[in-house]
Structure formats: C-alpha cells, structure tokens
C-alpha cells in the first residue's frame, strides 16, 4: 500500500488522501517517523488530520498531538 501511496504522491504531492491513506500504512508498519512525516506534510496543507492518527503516532515533531 504504501509504494502505491507514493506513486501517488509522485504525481500529486499534495493529495490529501493520498498523504493521510500513507501515514496510516506506515503505522501499521511501526514505522512511526514516516508517518510523522506525512502528517507533518498535512499540516501544512491545512488539511484535518485524522485524531486516529495522532493516537496512533503520539506527539508530532512539533510537540502537539
């Protein structure tokens, strides 16, 4: 799922659901710094970001859940 999220991505940097979709793989993956990264990605698009995510990840980069 994830290499078909960055395809994605490749084409449309800034695809929300795209971005969100990826963030909840890596995740899965326990591979929490790049899902950091993505919803630090989100952020600056301004988009929502799904609490389940921050559960998820605990704190951001930035300190904040």
């Not at 995740?27 to 919803?39: F, K, Q, T, V």
């Not at 988009?47 to 605990?58: K, Q």
């Amino acid at each position: 799922a994830v290499s078909d999220y960055t395809v994605a991505l490749s084409f449309a940097p800034n695809n929300i659901e795209a971005l969100t979709n990826r963030a909840f793989a890596y995740c899965a993956m326990g591979r929490l710094d790049a899902a950091r990264s993505d919803i630090a990605a989100l952020k600056k698009l301004g988009a929502w970001i799904d609490s389940r995510l921050i559960d998820l990840t605990g704190r951001t980069k930035t300190g904040t859940p």
